[in-house]
């Protein structure tokens, strides 16, 4: 399992976040605290969360899918601490 820093912008007006916010969260464990990113503990690569959300934007937005460390700093309330600490730490080497 990896862990993944998923992170956009929907750059049209009126966006309909919903397609792309139910794209991320079927991609497999999902944590989401600030507005346009989120972590997501999964099976798939990077390569496999991308393509399952590219039909989900337009090709003037942008996204991001990189990998997330057990390093971490921040300040986030305690039940986003905890998830990080329960599905980033499960992954170190």
């Keep these: 399992m990896s862990a993944y820093i998923v992170t956009y912008d929907l750059n ?16 497999g464990n999902w944590w989401h605290y600030l507005d346009s990113t989120w972590l997501v503990s999964t099976t798939l690569s990077a390569k496999e969360v ?5 039909p ?7 996204l991001l ?22 599905n980033l730490n499960v992954y170190v080497y």
């Design 50 to 54: 991308t393509q399952r959300l590219l």
């Design 65 to 86: 899918v990189i990998g997330a460390t057990d390093e971490y700093a921040g300040w986030l309330p305690k039940k986003a601490w905890q998830w990080i600490h329960e």
């Design 12 to 27: 049209s007006p009126g966006q309909n976040y919903e397609p792309l916010h139910s794209a991320i969260k079927s991609c």
């Design 56 to 62: 989900k934007i337009d090709k003037n937005d942008n």
